[in-house]
């Protein structure tokens, strides 16, 4: 004979969606969840313009400190200068963003979404990120990643995004 506890259990993880355990259960938000001061700007973004070239870049520039709403194109009409490290599909939304660093120090890459990022150099080559995290919880930002990098002119590469609108940010940390 079945115990009730053992049926209880087992209608509990079937309602579960496939293949989720009860840990990934993410809860509603029902308030915005606050952000760190670093990333205050996100609460206030700017509508930027994304490149599908690095030709049209300079039209695409973000500026550190200030949080940006991008349009992204389909991933076919972007020619990325250095192929991304996870290369996304047709039906998936990128674009090019650039960004002027005047001092040295270590800048965090805040997204909106689980969208792929990857930063290269004025040399073309890809630029190693030195820490990954999540954002907040309930904040809007998706995932946060940070680069240790020296003056100059990098390529912000977004591929992957689900949706045809992207939200980022960059700023320089303390220190």
Known sequence: MVSKTWIIVA????????????????PACTTPGSLPTELAAWATPVARTAAASAAHLPDAALVIGQAATVPLMQTPSVVYPRRPE???????????????????GTYRVALGSAAWIDLVDGNGAAVVSAAHSHGPACSGVHKIVDFVLAPGTYILQISGNADRVGKVLVVRLPG
């Open 86 to 104: 996870k290369p996304a599909g047709a039906a998936s939304f990128g674009g090019l963003l650039q960004v002027a660093v005047a001092a040295r």
């Open 11 to 26: 209608a509990a993880v079937f309602a579960l969606p496939h293949g989720a355990s009860a840990a990934d259960q993410v």
